[in-house]
């Protein structure tokens, strides 16, 4: 493909389409665009020509329309480097390779395919068109990626544009876009087909306009020159950050992810402000209905539903102010770091939490099964009644007498309530008897503190006191005393735990955290 002046074979690109005398032309945005900007040649300045070899061309066709990707940004590295030109001339005879859509697309890393163009060789100058298999290295939702290292081939200068195609039919699953090395013996980027398909390709075949994916903005935001690249760059100079992305470099699990976030809390919240929340924000017309970037009414997303609402409902004011704090945001991890025990805002959240909704978010530390109203009673019962406790927690009737701040009269008919009260006025007399305790019909405790039905005595706890290991739920029923702060479960995601920051702490889908392209990339790139 010809573009300005007299530099023939400057670029590659692939017939994709012919209607009638018209064909179209997939290849890169940098082809047709002056220098390191947006701006797109004249057609005058561009023709096709087509053949094994790019100095005597079978046939060249002029040229009628061009169009490049609107999120490319016109700078080396940059994602959405994509093409289309439109040519008269074409007949029934003119050879297509079709575009890869994304129903069709189904690679996979070590996939092998095929790199076609006209581009430099091992020895220097080329003009005949070439090909060489590489098996996909790398891939994502936007790019390809392919290692070529020493003498092993790949694309290079002149290759720009040129496919990527599939083994067997034919298709052009990926445009060439980069290299990362002076002597193309880094890496070779393409950019991805599929993602663009139905936004940009297919609307230029077919004359109309497109819309344009949460993908396509996501990337071009974070590429060179995009609107998120100066934040990104920012986090790469960072001490704090770059042990993050380094720790997160070395990870293929999920599980791992989460552990370089609890280790790296500031540099993780550094980067989540770099990508998510920056791409978010700079997108919201193409990410309105990303769950990545759909805020929850708090500021906090939770893995658990019944826990998020419940948090939701009762501790809404403590989360949000948790979530909007840069102090307290990083304590949102599954291993919070041991400063957090002085964050104000985060005690306040978990507070809250093991008061309102420690049932709903399994907070109670031996799993006795209630959540009682008030903290010096739960905290007692948990070491003096939890077998009474489980077992009321198991009866729905006694659960809710037992998690109500003003129990109903007709509790006291609940045997199972009963025996948890007598444990109570037993061993937590101080901490959870307010009221009088009637007599149960059973022969439970009578409000007077003498002899029940059975004829028993009640222990003599003498004023303020409560008996070591306390009534029938001692220290021999199983329950150890645990402190409600450290009750948090842990599982699930990048920021795992009874909770996990949305957008404004976070890190991308799909992903969860920085790509190990995003930081090969962050250098210097050469384009084809």
Request: hydrophobic share 40%; net charge negative.
């Given at each position: 493909m010809h573009s300005g002046g007299d530099n023939w074979g400057s670029c590659t690109g692939t017939i994709i389409d012919v209607k009638g005398s018209t064909g179209?032309?997939?290849?890169?945005?940098?082809?047709?665009?002056q220098g390191e900007t947006k701006n797109v040649m004249a057609p005058s300045q561009i023709s096709v020509a087509m053949g094994n070899d790019y100095y005597s061309p079978s046939v060249s066709f002029p040229v009628t329309a061009v169009s490049i990707h609107p999120f490319y940004t016109g700078l080396g590295g940059s994602s959405n480097d994509f093409a289309m030109i439109r040519f008269s001339g074409a007949t029934s005879s003119t050879p297509i390779i079709p575009a890869m859509t994304p129903a069709q697309d189904d690679l996979k890393q070590n996939t092998e395919v095929k790199l076609v163009g006209y581009g430099n060789t091992e020895s220097g100058a080329n003009s005949i068109r070439r090909f060489?298999?590489?098996?996909?290295?790398?891939?994502?939702?936007?790019v390809l990626q392919y290692a070529q290292p020493g003498t092993t081939g790949g694309m290079c200068f002149g290759d720009s544009g040129g496919p990527t195609l599939t083994l067997g039919t034919e298709r052009v699953?990926?445009?060439?876009?980069?290299?990362?090395?002076?002597?193309?013996?880094?890496?070779?980027v393409s950019g991805r087909v599929s993602m663009v398909y139905n936004s940009f390709v297919k609307p230029f075949l077919d004359g109309t306009t497109g819309e344009y994916t949460c993908d396509e903005c996501w990337e071009g935001a974070f590429s060179p020159g995009g609107a998120c690249w100066n934040k990104r760059m920012a986090c790469f100079e960072n001490q704090k950050c770059i042990d993050y992305i380094t720790c997160g470099n070395k990870c293929y699990t999920a599980a791992c992810w989460h552990t370089c976030a609890a280790q790296h809390a500031q540099g993780a919240a550094m980067w989540n402000d770099a990508t998510t929340v920056c791409r978010c924000d700079n997108c919201s017309k193409y990410c309105s209905s990303e769950p990545r970037c759909n805020m929850p009414a708090c500021g906090v997303e939770y893995e658990d539903a019944l826990c998020g609402k419940c948090s939701d409902s009762k501790c809404c004011v403590e989360a949000q102010a948790c979530a909007d704090s840069s102090a307290c945001a990083p304590c949102l991890v599954s291993n919070p770091p041991a400063s957090c025990n002085s964050s104000a805002k985060y005690n306040a959240w978990q507070d809250c939490l093991s008061l309102g909704c420690a049932s709903e978010c399994s907070l109670l530390p031996d799993g006795c099964g209630l959540a009682i109203p008030k903290a010096d009673c739960q905290e007692c019962v948990e070491n003096a009644c939890c077998d009474q406790a489980k077992a009321c927690a198991d009866n729905a009737t006694c659960k809710a007498c037992a998690e109500a701040s003003e129990p109903s009269a007709s509790c006291h008919t609940n045997a199972l309530y009963g025996d948890l009260q007598a444990c109570q006025v037993a061993g937590c007399v101080d901490e959870c008897v307010e009221t009088p305790v009637t007599q149960r019909p059973d022969g439970g405790p009578d409000s007077d503190g003498g002899e029940d039905a059975g004829g028993s005595d009640k222990p003599d706890t003498g004023a303020g006191q409560r008996p070591s290991g306390g009534g029938d739920g001692g220290s021999g029923g199983g329950c150890s005393t645990t402190s409600h702060g450290a009750g948090m479960s842990h599982g699930g995601w990048l920021f795992a735990g009874l909770a996990v920051l949305w957008a404004r702490w976070r890190r991308g889908q799909t992903g969860v955290g920085p790509a190990s392209r995003g930081a090969r990339r962050s250098g210097s790139v050469q384009s084809g």
């Open positions: 179209y032309v997939l290849t890169a945005a940098h082809c047709v665009t060489i298999n590489k098996p996909i290295g790398y891939l994502d939702v936007s699953a990926a445009v060439a876009s980069y290299v990362t090395a002076d002597d193309c013996k880094g890496y070779g």
